[in-house]
């Protein structure tokens, strides 16, 4: 099986980019899966039914979010009932939606999907290495394809969860920080693994975000409002990994980095 999992997409340029190179990337790459993280697709922070259903019907499979996926008023509700749309699964079992799900593919049979969110400058929730434990056990019951996204600040946290998991999923590709990093191996046991798989967004950026405030934040301590970069090329990050169906062992993980210039 080859997984495609696309990085944090920005706005909408962002995910103008994913509609534009989606279909191109799953012909390249014999994609048989799709997952792409989206806690920031709405405006640059959050989520929307209107942008979920517009990145599901553009041909992903899954969503998943993070430390934003509340930020939009009205999500939760669509949350509660949208199974191709996950939230971090250390989240109090009270919360709307699910950590985790399985997901049929044409080809390769079930694949899990897992969400967790790391507790290290991040919020405290539960601790998600024993969210892991739980969601996985049920998970492998029922398909030996498990992928997790870790939406993590602390590198040395997504770090851990790589080693820690390393033989019990297939793979865990970390989020959060807008940066690809250049660490994509396969670690002893079999499971694919990257600490930061980076940001589909406007490239001429701070992480997506329009680069004066930003900077006017450092030099001041004072608050400024965050906008989207609309100007300039936008780069996708992404990685495919391709997996053993019937072990669940991955066999390669390749990063994938596009720029695309503005019409």
Not at 44 to 65: C, F, K, R, W
Not at 115 to 140: K, V, W
Not at 234 to 260: C, K, M
Request: with cysteine; glycine share 10%.
């Amino acid at each position: 099986m080859n997984l495609l999992f696309i990085g944090d997409v920005v706005g909408r340029p962002g995910r103008a980019a994913l509609q534009a190179r989606l279909g191109e990337l799953c012909q390249r790459y014999e994609v048989d899966f799709t997952i792409a993280n989206a806690e920031n697709a709405a405006g640059g922070m959050g989520l929307t039914q209107a942008v979920s259903e517009e990145l599901l019907g553009a041909g992903i499979d899954v969503l998943t979010t993070g430390n934003h996926v509340w930020r939009r008023r009205g999500f939760a509700e669509f949350l509660a009932s949208e199974t191709h749309v996950l939230r971090p699964a250390n989240y109090p079992a009270a919360a709307p939606g699910l950590g985790s799900n399985i997901y049929m593919t044409d080809h390769s049979g079930p694949v899990g999907v897992l969400n967790l969110l790391g507790r290290t400058f991040m919020a405290p929730l539960d601790c998600p290495f024993h969210a892991a434990d739980r969601e996985i056990e049920a998970l492998r019951g029922r398909t030996k394809l498990v992928v997790v996204d870790v939406h993590a600040e602390a590198t040395s946290e997504k770090v851990a969860m790589g080693w820690y998991l390393d033989g019990r999923v297939s793979a865990v590709i970390g989020t959060h920080t807008h940066i690809q990093t250049a660490d994509e191996r396969i670690l002893p046991k079999g499971t694919a693994y990257i600490t930061d798989v980076g940001m589909t967004g406007p490239r001429d950026s701070i992480l997506g975000v329009k680069p004066e405030p930003i900077i006017d934040r450092f030099l001041t301590g004072m608050p400024t409002r965050f906008e989207v970069e609309t100007a300039g090329p936008v780069i996708l990050n992404a990685i495919v990994a391709t997996i053993d169906p019937e072990t669940g062992t991955a066999r390669s993980i390749t990063r994938v980095r596009e720029s695309i210039e503005p019409q």
